[in-house]
């Protein structure tokens, strides 16, 4: 599948955002090996610490149905933004574990800008089991 395919997806996601507080929609869209698209979108709560991202929607959502990280093939991630979206950082974190470090994830917004990241560029130097 082609990056901006899966950035599609995740644009499709992303229509499904519940986001009344921030009115920031954003959606991701993982690929795995056997072309299955796992598709996930931020959901608000009026407690803002139990809202989900749209990014470990996606990948939680995945590991639901049996993918593991050998898996994965390509993440993608968008939002109405400038720039390309970026991943907060407690996505990076659970990316850090959960998505495969040789791996492309895009980083998209609405107009087409699509940045082609690893996890380490979005996390050096990250905190994982070695550190326990």
Known sequence: MRKEDLVYRAI????????????????????????EVYLGTNIENAAYGLTMCAERNAIFNAYCHGVTQDDIEALAIVADTDLPVSPCGSCRQVLSELFPHDKEIYLANLKGDIKVVKIEDLLPYSFDSDDL
Do not use: H, I, N, Q
């Open 12 to 35: 499709e996601a992303r229509e499904m955002s519940y986001s009344p507080y921030s009115k920031f929609a954003v959606g991701a869209a993982l690929l795995t090996s056997d072309g």
